[in-house]
């Protein structure tokens, strides 16, 4: 079994920075993949960003350019940088750790982007 916990949520004016983080622990070895994805009560749950562990990221359309994942493989951590925040990036932010064929996700954190 895996944990993540995640850290780093906030409010944050528009045009503000965040930075995320993900710690995993547990049952940890041979993990594919880790990264975020982010939900709104309004919208499906979408792909923020993604760093395999073979050493290539994936983005979302959204995010692409603003965003910067990356990955402290020694100490089982995923970070999400977070720049030129949007209004609209507003959401719960859930980390992921893929492995063994399985999705593990964290509990989720809010970030909120307003004036």
């Known amino acids: 079994q895996v944990q993540l916990v995640e850290s780093g949520g906030g409010l944050v004016q528009p045009g503000g920075s965040l930075r995320l983080s993900c710690a995993a622990s547990?049952?940890?070895?041979?993990?594919?993949?880790m990264g975020w994805h982010r939900q709104t009560p309004a919208k499906q749950r979408e792909l923020v960003a993604a760093?395999?562990?073979?050493?290539?990221?994936l983005y979302g359309t959204s995010v692409k350019g603003r965003f910067t994942i990356s990955r402290d493989s020694a100490k089982n951590t995923v970070y999400l940088q977070m720049n030129s925040l949007k209004v609209e990036d507003t959401a719960v932010y859930y980390c992921?750790?893929?492995?063994?064929?399985?999705?593990?996700w964290g509990q989720g954190t809010q970030v909120t982007v307003s004036s």
């Open positions: 760093s395999i562990t073979s050493g290539s990221t």
């Open positions: 547990g049952n940890i070895s041979n993990i594919a993949a």
């Open positions: 992921y750790a893929h492995l063994g064929g399985s999705l593990n």
